[in-house]
């Protein structure tokens, strides 16, 4: 397995990765805003020729985020996840982030445990949203 930072030639697999994850995929437009700030924490994770994985961070300078990992379902139980968080959260290290959020929704008691395994701890806050529409 290698891990590298996503490439346009990427897009496809990833978006069939995000599919087949059950996540939604991220439109071109909306990832090329985001590229345009913070590319190197884009990561992709290659198994042979396959993209099997994907994570997107972003820090805005006090905290950074992992806003969505998925990795292929035929390629799960390998470790992939796992690497990709570490190499992301490396990266973030790297830029001077201090603390690394994200988040899980309330029915993904899967989702919580895995992120607990790696460190992150539950926090009482409330999401609020606004579409800007």
């Known amino acids: ?12 697999a990833v978006a069939a990765v995000w599919a087949t994850a059950g996540r939604e995929v991220v439109p071109r437009a909306e990832l090329a805003a985001k ?9 992709v994770a290659e198994d042979g020729l396959a993209v099997a994985g994907v ?9 950074g985020w992992i806003l969505r990992l998925a990795v292929h379902p035929g390629h799960r139980r390998r470790g992939i996840a796992s690497a990709l968080v570490g190499e992301l959260e ?9 603390r690394v959020n ?7 008691t899967a989702g919580l445990r895995f992120w607990q395994e790696l460190g992150y701890l539950p926090m009482p806050d409330v999401l609020c949203t606004k579409a800007m529409t």
């Not at 994200?102 to 993904?108: C, E, I, S």
């Open 102 to 108: 994200l988040l899980v929704l309330p029915d993904n």
């Open 35 to 43: 590229l345009t700030r913070d590319p190197e924490l884009f990561l």
């Open 55 to 63: 994570v997107m961070g972003t820090y805005d300078g006090r905290r």
């Open 90 to 98: 490396q990266r973030l290290k790297a830029l001077g982030c201090p």
């Open 1 to 12: 397995m290698r891990i590298r930072q996503f490439a346009w030639p990427d897009y496809d």
